[in-house]
Structures are given as C-alpha cells and as structure tokens.
C-alpha cells in the first residue's frame, strides 16, 4: 500500500433523517406520554405562508406522506395524524449533544446541517475494532437511544454523505469512491435542485453519466462549484470538515466495561488521568492552563467541566485538586445516571514551562502559592470573579482602573504601577468609588462655578462645612465624541464628619442649556466616599 492511501482521510457521515420527529418522542416518552397504539406523527413548519410537512415517523411515511407535503393534504389522507410544531433550535441543540456524544469516538466532529454530522476517524478505528465495528457500535447505540440513524464511511465527506443518503451502512475503501456512487442519481449529490434538473434535461440521470463527461463541459454549463462538488464526491480530493471544538493540545482517556457512579471511582480515575496527562507534557517541557473533564453517561449525555490555571500546571496532585474544588462546588452536580462508561481529560491550553531558581529565592515561592491560591478560589466560584486591578492611562476616574481576571493578569498587576500619595496631603482620590455617578440635589452654589453650601443625597440632607477643590476635569474628546460634559470635582466634609467627592457636570453659560438656547444650571452627583 503506498504512502498516499495510508494518509488518506477517511470520513464517517452520520444522518438523522427523522431527527424532529425522534427528538419530540423521546421527550414524551420520557414523560410517560406516548400512547400504545402509535399514531402516525409529522412536525410542520411555515413555507411560503403554508404549513409543509418538516419531519414524520415510519408510520406516517408507511401511509405515503412525504418532507414539503402540505399539511391539508396529509390531513386529507390521514385525518388521524398527530402533527407537532417545528423547533428548529431545539433540534439544533440535540444535534450538538449527539455531537458531544460522538466526541467519544474522534475529537474531531463537524456538524452537518440540518440532520447530520461528519466524524473524522483517521487513525482511530483501531481503537474499537476497524470501521466496521466502529460503525455498527455507533449507529447501535443511537437506535437504542431512539434515534433513526444512517451512516457511511468513506475517503471524502461528500462521498460518505452520498452514501449515507443513499446506501446507508456502506463502507467504501480508499480510492473505490466513483465506482461506489456511479449508480445514484444526480439528486444525490444535493447540489441544488437548478443544476440536478439541468442534468436530467441534459440527460445525465446518474453520477456515473456525469462523470464520464469532461470536467471542462461540466464546469462550462454547471459552473465550477458544482465541478468541485463532483470531483470531492468521486474521492478526486477533498476539503477538509471544521470540527466543532479545536482538537486538545493533549488527550487521556479511561474507558469501563462497566459503568462507574461512584464520587469515589470518580475521584481515582481522574487522579489516574492527570498522572498520565502529566507524563505526557512533561516529555515536551508543557504545562496545561486549561483542562477539561468530560464524562460520557451510558444514556448519551455528556457532562465537561471546566478549569484553567494562572501558570502552567506540571503536578498531577494540583489538577486532581482543582477538580476537586470544581466539582464540590457545582450548582448543577455531577449525575451519573446509570453510570458513566468513558472519562476523557484533555489540556486544551498548554505553555512550555520556564525554570526558575526556587531554592532560595523567596519571591518566587510567595508568587507560586498566590498562584494556586486564586487558582483554587477560581475553580470554586469562576475565573471571572477573582479579579485584579490594573491602573489605565487616562485621567477620567471611573476609567483609571481596569477590572481583569486575577488568573491572567496576576503578574501585570504585581508589576503595576500607581500614583504614589504624597506625604501630610489627603488622598485627591476617594477610598470607594461608586460605579454609576449618583445625583444628588443642590439648592444653590456660592458662585455659578462654586462649591455647595448644601446637597441632599439619599433623601438625607447635608451641609458642608469645609471644601477643597475646584478640580476641573473635561472629558477626552478624541473619544467621547464631544457628549460628555466637563466636570468640576469637589472634596466637601458635613457636618457630621462625613466626607464626600462630588462634582459640578457641565460648565455654567458654557455647556448646559435650556430648551430656548438659554443657560441652564448643571447637574450635581456624588462620585466617592473618602474614608
């Protein structure tokens, strides 16, 4: 066999002709609601401002009902027909669990809309026995989930949709593509329905009658995409499938004969998992950021959690922790159901890892544990709410620091540098600072660019006593476009010992005016609280 053919692709297409219908079922029958004496059923949705027939079961196709029948008509030769509406998001969602699900064959798994998928199996099929037994467990294992399902393999994605549609459970060696399709007819292809009535007018009513055309004919009156089409259906080339998720830097998996259900076994074969993940990076000097665990439910349903590190993880021990925190902190826990027969861990995110001399230099020991300190607490409540605060190169208050994830940006924010307070003089900042300015109500002023002699906030009156400011901030223009009014900051003390920052928005007879063109008084607000 010759180099080429050995690293030929070969592609699963796996269809789900009935995918509305199964899906509407499976739920009633889950709920106890599906009756003994089984009606035909169909799910129609909107055409043309006419309802058509969008999926139907065995029965209502037994009875010569067909996809794009008017409803009326199916009615009409089946008054006892049981019709559901169409929830095409709904079926789009199963579509990607039953994609999920597929994850335990390849990573590699590309939706094929609307009722399909395509699976990349090159180089695995040894893992379940060849093709044959990878395609009898799969397209079993979804029937007695209660799924119709056709599926095909081939060298090319075209070639095996073809062959699923048409001659489904057909498994074609590499370079035998024409000679398996050449008897379809040209609809098969699912070119259009334009170009598949053209080539019957043309006369070519099969594959086969195409391809013995010159592809130049075929290109000069179909044009080049169909020509494409067809010459990735024959296995003359093929474009690659995008698979859904990118495919993990490193993979490790357990499966079980019998299925697990314990926290315990749980806990065991994970810990086992990331020993095995961790021997596999530390041969290429990796360590992970993001980590996944995937449990694969014998019913179908996939379950992944989630971690991601600060620095990269070379030790088994803190991955086996992480996941300890994330899974005893799950507001949704971990069903095992009837158990779980494959656990997969995966490095999504990894790092080479850079050496450091740790035995005596003490910093980098305080930062290792700070490390795995936030890594813990954000494996516990989320990355996102353990967060640092970097300062921002502007003079606009409520935009001098910005909020990032602590896991992240750790080290930019030990290096970060802020305003240094000057010695005897009070902080030109206040201790908090409210997120949304909140207004407040002025009387009068001294003077129409002076301080408050009293404001009410929070329906609480309050009178100043001692002030410090103006300072006068306008905003940048080259960004705001000019909306946003200058500002004129007061530092003001009650008399209750309080002291707040307040501002003056908008310049009097400069930027705020009434509706006849005439100077109007600005707003006040309060912005901070000074400790």
């Known amino acids: 066999m010759s180099a080429s053919s050995v690293n030929r692709r070969r592609i699963l297409s796996l269809w789900l002709p009935r995918l509305p219908i199964d899906r509407i079922q499976r739920f ?18 909107k055409e043309n401002n006419a309802l058509v027939i969008h999926a139907l079961d065995e029965a209502a196709e037994r009875l010569g009902l067909y996809i794009g029948q008017p409803l009326a008509n199916a009615r009409a030769m089946c008054p006892d027909l049981k019709v559901f509406d169409a929830d095409v998001v709904a079926d789009a969602k199963t579509l990607s669990d039953i994609a999920d699900w597929c994850d335990r064959f390849t990573p590699l798994v590309a939706l094929d809309p609307p009722h399909g998928l395509f699976l990349d199996i090159t180089g695995c099929t040894h893992l379940f026995g060849g093709e044959a037994a990878l395609l009898r467990a799969l397209v079993r294992t979804l029937a007695r989930q209660g799924f119709a399902v056709g599926a095909a393999i081939a060298g090319t994605s075209v070639c095996a949709r073809t062959l699923t549609r048409q001659a489904a459970g057909t498994i074609v060696a590499d370079g035998e593509e024409a000679a398996a399709i050449a008897q379809f007819p040209v609809s098969a292809l699912g070119a259009g329905e334009a170009i598949t009535t053209g080539l019957r007018r043309a006369g070519l009513k099969t594959i086969g009658d195409v391809a013995a055309r010159a592809p130049s004919e075929i290109t000069a009156r179909f044009g080049a995409r169909f020509s494409t089409l067809l010459a990735h259906a024959l296995g003359q080339g093929d474009a690659p499938i995008s698979p859904r998720k990118p495919p993990p830097d490193y993979i490790v998996e357990k499966r079980f004969a019998e299925p697990i259900a314990t926290d315990t076994m749980i806990a065991m074969t994970l810990s086992r998992l990331a020993d095995t993940l961790i021997a596999s990076m530390e041969k290429q000097g990796k360590g992970a950021r993001r980590l996944e665990a995937a449990f694969f439910r014998t019913d179908g349903v996939v379950r992944a959690i989630m971690v991601e590190t600060g620095r990269p993880v070379t030790r088994s021990a803190v991955i086996d922790r992480l996941f300890r925190e994330r899974l005893d902190a799950l507001a949704d826990p971990l069903d095992p159901g009837f158990g779980f027969d494959m656990v997969r861990l995966s490095a999504s995110r990894t790092e080479i890892v850079v050496q450091e001399q740790r035995d005596l230099d003490a910093h980098v020991h305080d930062n290792d544990e700070l490390a795995a300190l936030i890594d813990r607490i954000a494996a516990r409540i989320g990355g996102k709410r353990v967060v640092v605060h970097l300062p921002e190169d502007t003079h606009i208050p409520e935009c001098a620091v910005m909020t990032a994830p602590a896991q992240h940006h750790l080290a930019a924010a030990m290096q970060a540098e802020w305003p240094a307070r000057v010695e005897s003089e009070p902080p030109l900042r206040p201790l908090r600072l409210f997120d949304k300015p909140e207004p407040i109500k002025v009387p009068f ?23 410090e400011g103006p300072e006068r901030i306008a905003m940048e223009w080259w960004r705001q476009d000019g909306k946003q009014l200058t500002r004129d900051y007061f530092r003001v003390e009650d008399a209750e010992g309080l002291r707040f920052w307040i501002f003056r928005d908008g310049l009097y007879e400069g930027e705020v005016f009434d509706g006849d063109g005439k100077p109007a008084s600005p707003g006040w607000y309060v912005h901070g609280l000074f400790a």
């Open 445 to 467: 002023a001294a003077v129409p660019d002076g301080p408050p002699h009293q404001f009410t906030w929070r329906r609480a009156l309050h009178a100043v006593v001692r002030v």
């Open 28 to 45: 009633l029958g889950s709920a106890g609601l599906v009756k003994t004496n089984h009606e035909p059923s169909i799910v129609v949705i």
